[in-house]
């Protein structure tokens, strides 16, 4: 199958979810951000600002986990219950990585190795 074929596929897929889909108005403000934040990067992309991004992304996702988990030590509910939880996210975790391993050495076999490797 070609990937111009599977694109085309996905591509249907996307539409038919979005036929189905109905936008909610909390969903507009996170929209707008992103439409925003790549016009505004499509205007600096030729500027020096632009070798900052990768380090404010990181401080960005940081701070995000550590207000994450402010967020869960305050909730009575996930404390009481962490050992099952812990758990459950633990097998989550080991499968969504063994799956995503899996999927990309898939991928570059199909895709990206060359015939004589």
């Known amino acids: ?38 016009l505004i990067g499509y205007l600096l992309r030729k500027t020096s600002f632009v070798q900052y991004t990768g380090f404010l992304l990181s401080i960005s996702v940081v701070l995000l986990l550590f207000f994450l988990g402010i967020s869960v030590g305050i909730n009575p509910q996930v404390v009481n219950n962490f050992v099952s939880i812990g758990l459950d996210a633990f097998f989550l975790t080991i499968g969504g990585t063994l799956g995503c391993l899996f999927c990309a050495k898939l991928i570059y076999q199909l895709y990206f190795k060359k015939r004589g490797e």
């Open 1 to 38: 199958m070609s990937l111009l074929r599977i694109i085309s596929k996905g591509c249907g897929l996307f539409f038919l979810f979005l036929h189905n889909f109905t936008i909610r108005p909390f969903m507009i403000p996170i929209f707008l951000c992103i439409v925003t934040g790549i």
